[in-house]
């Protein structure tokens, strides 16, 4: 999975670099010189970064300062990786949800699933739905005038 | 001036401002003693809520949030000895021991005291450096701000840990991502693929919102427990003695505020250096500390704190002098004020003068209050440690969904946020640093902005301007400089530690 991540970045630098290169090409130069320069010093980089990264072979990560927090050896394993999955997955369908019911609907309804999934009392789970979805309804909506737009399938 | 610093004061005071520093500074003292959820994660939850309000009430709801996170950090640390963020590492290596000893309640109240006091230092600092820095800013012209603003970009390198290398790439990619949407001077539509949401180009909060709070989220999930089921014994006794020590070793906390100021000034250190740098010099110079500091101290513990919450004051005066963002939270910020119509740069020590000075009473009222509140519900706050993810989750994520969307009203943002959730994923298990993508995305297009004035000024020969020369040398000195001084503090955290 750390080879993986690791071909994924390069994959999405490329991806990235390739479309600034090929777009740039139709626009005039006061608009594409900039990101041309940016790209290519990144590109460079990334060539460094790649023949860099050769001789190591698997993908260690280097752990970073500060802001970012450091790998945990339980998220390379096997049981880690299932449960980043499902995060996702519950991610996924959270905009199914916003998509299909709103969002006055579906963030509380999401956390009271969610919470009732993952074995946390009935009482507990309601008061986490409602709060949040008071919140959504009276701060976001009410007072700050989001336009919440509608769900597909209910209004 | 005088006017100025009146005006910021009265802007700050005014009940809807001070209401709204009350809920960052409380927001942000609870959410940072829950695993996994750092400032930037409340920062941008906050911004939505912030682009309603005026000035001087969005600045006490984003800079509250940021400017005390490092007071309420010190509970995990002593009481649990899990570091609460990267600046109260040091906190442990004596606020633990004393809390095994039965003075956890001293410690704490040391470390509020000497905090407050580091964060009223290093307002006045920032106070101190406007009259010397206001001349300064209104001689430099675009070609010399477009020079500051590499200095700035070149920090990514200093932003990514063992790897500047991926930390330039990520920052230039950051920059390249801010590119999309209309080009300002020739008006035309920059990799939008013909999509009318692109055109807008994509927002600052999704992106932080996906690149930070989800991957946390998923390493909270994988953790599976809250950080403390420990009891937490007596929190009351000894607090007195606590408050009374920070003022006895008054000097040490002097000290260890002006090695704060210092660390916050130079950009791409941040809070993990200062409290090694002020636990390490306060090891050498206090008395007798060689034997004592490591075994419960409580000179370890004020030196740590008054530099953290000292440093942030210092770490202001490039943002708003010059416009460079020393750290990855301060460019989300950086963002966030100019989305709500602040410029952070000239304006801020000329016509907006009032605003900084909002910023140096939110400062020392901030820290006064948040170590109040800190010590009056120290175990309130401590229990906001035993919060389990099963709970978090879900209502962060609803609360993400909601900030996302709040952005621009749109519910691509949301998309937005959950494809940079898995980008963020991937980064992290690559080891790939995030922090300098969003200052690529801050910085890229006042970059651009500025070059441009620069050669429609003055042609190609922008670059042989003394200034320009100036800040190009302080440039190969920013990106140098922070490496020296990062090696150095591993090598003091080494010897102190071992």
Redesign the interface.
Same mark, same amino acid.
């Given at each position: 999975?750390?080879f993986l991540?690791?071909i994924?970045?390069y994959l999405?630098?490329a991806a990235? /670099?390739s479309? #600034?290169f090929v777009?740039s090409q139709d626009?005039?130069l006061? !608009?594409s010189i900039?990101?041309e320069i940016? +790209?290519i010093?990144?590109g460079v /980089?990334?060539v #460094?970064?790649i023949i860099?990264s050769v001789p190591s072979g698997s !993908?260690?990560?280097?752990?970073?300062?500060? +802001?970012?927090?450091d790998?945990?050896e339980?998220?390379k394993t096997r049981?880690?990786m299932r449960?980043?999955g499902?995060?996702?997955g519950?991610?996924?369908l959270?905009?199914l949800g916003?998509?299909l019911f709103g969002?006055y609907i579906t963030?509380?309804l999401?956390?009271l699933g969610?919470?009732l999934l993952?074995?946390?009392s009935i009482f507990?789970s309601g008061i986490?739905a409602a709060v949040?979805g008071f919140?959504?309804w009276y701060?976001?909506g009410e007072l700050?005038s989001?336009?919440?737009?509608s769900g597909l399938l209910v209004g | 001036m005088i006017d100025a610093a009146i005006e910021g004061l009265l802007g700050i005071l005014q009940w809807k401002a001070f209401l709204l520093m009350m809920v960052g500074i409380i927001v942000s003292s609870t959410l940072v003693a829950m695993p996994?959820i750092?400032s930037?994660t409340a920062i941008a939850l906050m911004l939505?809520?912030a682009f309603?309000l005026n000035k001087f009430e969005a600045i006490c709801l984003i800079m509250s949030v940021w400017a005390v996170s490092n007071t309420a950090n010190s509970i995990t640390s002593i009481l649990f000895s899990v570091p609460g963020g990267?600046g109260s590492q040091a906190t442990i290596m004596d606020g633990y021991p004393m809390a095994r000893k039965g003075e956890a309640a001293r410690a704490l109240a040391a470390a509020f005291t000497s905090s407050a006091i580091g964060g009223i230092i290093g307002a006045i600092a920032l106070f101190l450096a406007i009259p010397v820095l206001r001349p300064l800013v209104l001689i430099l012209g675009p070609p010399e701000f477009f020079m500051l603003v590499m200095v700035g970009v070149a920090m990514v390198g200093t932003?990514?840990?063992?790897?500047p290398?991926?930390g330039?790439?990520i920052g230039?990619?950051g920059?390249?991502?801010s590119?999309v949407g209309v080009?300002v001077?020739?008006g035309?539509h920059?990799?939008t693929f013909d999509q009318l949401y692109l055109v807008d180009g994509l927002k600052l909060i999704p992106v932080t919102i996906g690149l930070?709070a989800?991957p946390?989220?998923?390493?909270m999930?994988?953790?599976g427990t809250g950080i403390a089921d420990v009891p937490l014994g007596d929190l009351t006794k000894g607090r007195r003695q606590g408050i009374k020590d920070a003022f006895t070793h008054w000097w040490l906390v002097i000290r260890s505020s002006l090695i704060g100021i210092w660390v916050g000034i130079i950009p791409g250190l941040?809070?993990?250096v200062a409290d090694w740098f002020a636990y390490g010099s306060a090891k050498q110079t206090c008395p007798g500390a060689s034997e004592t500091f490591g075994k419960g101290d409580v000179r370890g513990v004020i030196a740590v704190d008054a530099a953290t919450n000292a440093k942030e004051g210092g770490s202001l005066i490039p943002t708003l002098a010059f416009g460079i963002p020393g750290?990855?939270?301060l460019a989300l910020i950086f963002g966030g004020l100019i989305i709500v119509g602040i410029s952070p740069g000239k304006n801020m020590l000329t016509t907006d003068l009032s605003l900084t000075f909002s910023m140096i009473w939110l400062l020392i009222i901030g820290s006064i209050i948040t170590s109040i509140l800190c010590l009056a519900f120290t175990r309130q706050l401590a229990l906001a440690t035993t919060v389990?993810p099963?709970?978090l989750?879900?209502?962060v994520?609803?609360?993400a969904?909601?900030g996302s969307?709040?952005a621009s009203?749109r519910?691509e943002d949301?998309?937005i946020m959950?494809v940079f959730?898995?980008?963020g994923?991937?980064?992290?298990?690559?080891?790939?640093?995030?922090?300098p993508f969003l200052l690529g995305l801050v910085l890229?297009p006042i970059a651009?902005r500025y070059?441009?004035t620069s050669i429609q000024l003055y042609g190609g020969e922008f670059l042989l301007r003394p200034g320009v020369i100036t800040i190009f040398i302080l440039l190969v000195l920013v990106i140098f400089y922070p490496v020296l001084m990062?090696k150095l503090s591993i090598g003091r955290s080494n010897a102190v530690s071992g």
């Open positions: 999975m750390l991540a690791k994924f970045m999405l630098t990235a /670099l479309v #600034i777009y626009m005039p006061a !608009a900039y990101p940016v +790209a010093i990144v /980089l990334l #460094i970064e860099r !993908a260690a990560a280097d752990s970073s300062m500060g +802001a970012d927090i790998l945990a339980d998220e049981s880690g449960k980043a499902l995060v996702f519950s991610i996924f959270l905009l916003l998509y969002f963030i509380p999401f956390i969610y919470m993952e074995k946390e507990l986490f949040i919140v959504n701060v976001f700050l989001l336009p919440f737009p | 996994g750092g930037k939505p809520i309603v990267g932003l990514s840990g063992k790897s290398i991926k330039i790439i230039g990619l920059i390249l991502v590119l080009h001077s020739t035309l920059r990799f930070f989800i946390e989220l998923i390493y999930a994988v953790k941040g809070s993990s750290s990855s939270t389990r099963t709970i989750i879900p209502t994520l609803g609360m969904v909601i969307f709040a009203s519910f949301v998309i959950a959730g898995l980008i994923y991937f980064m992290r298990f690559a080891g790939w640093p995030r922090p890229g651009e070059l441009w990062r």
